[in-house]
């Protein structure tokens, strides 16, 4: 046996035993970043926050790879990271709400002055709402905010305050945290959904059923030769795709593509491997039925 198939006989075995132990651990790394993450929120800003995002991403794609899904561990986790920031966002907004439910006061305030977010691309501009009390003193905290314009200058509107003047105003509608926890549990439990699914991606059961759907390519595959009289042979179907790939142009983004179909005996791990030996990486997802081939790519298909 080969020194590549020992290691894929290896890594098989240790997918095979410990797949739901590895699998628990991803997900408690998961949630123990969030948790870091929300803690980190009210003392670092994005210029810390965004590197250990992104430095989270690597390492996710690196465990997601031991559960055995090599081809789509960059896609799942980009959308654990997306995920598990929108879920910090979310709860940092409930602890808000909830902060200002348990010490602010229920005035009557009268609005002022109102005006919206200088425009920021394609943004949403939010109004702002400047309110006094009844005594004309000025409502601690920032200007209560909406997403649409609900008041006018003179109105009366209730809201809680802040006594401290850290929090901004809210209405009681706005300051229920209800919601926002409710949509932090959500986002936090898809991040852990997409741990589970990468689990069952990497699972041997998966891999048959992949080995299956190629097996029935392969006859389709055989089908079209017949239909439509093809009769090379792999080595002369190898020797096209590297001409097409020497000849043809990149389109704008910079990919090769090219159609299976006219390629019936050749694998897409073989196709990989000859766009390696011309320089180039197969890309592993997104290709719509077709091969695509590139300098770079986002997901590489394995050639070994």
């Excluded at 209405?171 to 549990?185: K, V």
């Excluded at 001409?243 to 090769?256: M, S």
Aim: glycine letters at 8%; one cysteine or more; hydrophobic letters at 35%.
């Amino acid at each position: 046996m080969s020194g590549v198939a020992e290691a894929e006989d290896e890594a098989r075995k240790r997918r095979v035993r410990y797949p739901v132990p590895l699998a628990v651990g991803i997900g408690c790394y998961v949630l123990a970043v969030i948790g870091g993450m929300f803690l980190l929120a009210d003392d670092f800003g994005p210029g810390l926050q965004v590197p250990l995002w992104i430095v989270h991403g690597v390492v996710l794609i690196q465990l997601i790879r031991k559960l055995g899904a090599k081809e789509s561990s960059a896609y799942a986790a980009l959308f654990i990271v997306i995920t598990s920031a929108m879920s910090v966002y979310v709860i940092v907004v409930a602890c808000d709400d909830l902060t200002l439910q348990q010490r602010g006061e229920r005035v009557t305030s009268t609005v002022v002055r109102e005006w919206r977010d200088p425009a920021q691309g394609r943004k949403a501009r939010d109004y702002n709402y400047e309110l006094e009390h009844q005594d004309g003193t000025k409502v601690l905290g920032p200007a209560l905010k909406a997403t649409s314009n609900l008041y006018n200058a003179g109105q009366k509107v209730t809201v809680i305050e802040d006594p401290e003047g850290e929090l901004r105003p809210r209405t009681p509608g706005q300051a229920d945290a209800t919601g926002e926890a409710r949509g932090s549990g959500a986002l936090a439990f898809a991040a852990l959904g997409a741990v589970g699914w990468m689990t069952w991606r990497g699972s041997d059961t998966a891999k048959r059923r992949d080995e299956a759907k190629r097996k029935t390519s392969s006859r389709a595959q055989k089908l079209y030769k017949t239909v439509t009289r093809d009769h090379t042979t792999q080595t002369e179907q190898e020797e096209k795709l590297r001409e097409t790939l020497r000849t043809y142009p990149a389109d704008r983004r910079g990919y090769i593509k090219v159609h299976p179909e006219d390629y019936p005996d050749v694998s897409q791990h073989r196709a990989a491997r000859i766009a390696w030996e011309a320089g180039l990486r197969a890309e592993a997802a997104g290709n719509r039925g077709s091969w695509r081939f590139g300098e770079t790519v986002i997901e590489e298909v394995p050639h070994d």
